[in-house]
């Protein structure tokens, strides 16, 4: 399937269809004039198994949450997926089967798995990023300056907070942070991250980029990159309150990828920040 000959409505199914961030999706694609909502799936043994996927709504869209992906996607010309990497894996083989085209919010991929997805990405377009939010992807590129211009006399610190919920840690969102900042100043954060500090530890590598992560409640995302110099310090930060912002990235990103045949892309490209 090419997506240069698709037509509106964008047919777009969602993985992980009952879950926090699944429910949201589906709401936000109910919501969109361009957009349909082409299928709902779950993990087997999913308790959502065979109910109207806008059943939480009470505004229900006749397409059931299903198990078995390839029946489900069949009509699709989109999957939205924001599960985990095992799930995320498993779906990527289906799609480049089926010549659909993914938006990933997934985080937590090992390097060959990322080497994965960036081969079938060759075969269908996708666009992946550790946050779908504009804000958030905004807030990168301004800690892309921040860093060219605070790159000598200043600690570089990252601190993140999710809800009690989250698997991973440091978030994919802090980690892209890191990422986005050890390029500007030409180091390999897998070299200079630090993830974890715990009794002496000597003085500060002032080469070095820290991680602090929190786990608590319901915390839908925070992020502040901290710039410690002598005398000042400068603080960017960015709180989401609600995931609908996420929900509204993925909707843009789907747009972005309706007329890519093929190839990996970031928020950056669909939001024109490169």
Do not use: W
């Not at 498993?90 to 997805?117: D, N, W, Y």
């Not at 009690?164 to 840690?169: P, T």
């Amino acid at each position: 399937m090419s997506t240069s000959s698709i037509a509106l409505p964008y047919r777009i199914a969602v993985a992980g269809a009952s879950g926090r961030m699944g429910r949201m999706l589906v709401e936000a694609i109910g919501q969109a004039d361009d957009c349909r909502l082409s299928a709902a799936v779950d993990v087997p043994g999913s308790p959502a198994l065979g109910e109207d996927a806008a059943a939480f709504s009470g505004k229900a869209v006749g397409v059931a949450v299903r198990a078995d992906v390839e029946l489900a996607l069949a009509g699709s010309s989109f999957l939205i997926d924001f599960t985990r990497p095992e799930g995320t894996m498993e779906h990527l083989a289906v799609c480049t089967r089926l010549g659909i085209g993914m938006v990933i919010g997934t985080t937590g991929f090992s390097e060959p798995q990322k080497a994965q997805i960036a081969h079938a990405a060759q075969t269908i377009p996708i666009m992946m990023a550790p946050n779908m939010s504009v804000g958030v992807n905004v807030t990168l590129k301004l800690l892309e300056m921040a860093a060219k211009a605070l790159a000598i006399g200043y600690d570089i610190e990252i601190i993140e907070a999710h809800h009690r919920h989250k698997v991973d840690a440091p978030s994919g969102t802090a980690l892209r942070m890191g990422e986005v900042i050890a390029q500007a100043l030409g180091r390999d954060l897998q070299e200079c991250g630090v993830f974890a500090r715990e009794g002496i530890t000597g003085e500060r590598d002032p080469s070095s980029i820290g991680f602090s992560t929190i786990r608590g409640g319901d915390i839908v995302g925070d992020h502040t990159v901290l710039f410690a110099g002598t005398g000042e310090r400068i603080e960017i930060t960015h709180k989401s309150s609600s995931r609908s912002t996420y929900a509204q990235g993925s909707l843009r990103a789907v747009r972005f990828l309706a007329d890519k045949p093929h190839g990996l892309f970031n928020m950056f490209d669909v939001l024109g920040l490169q």
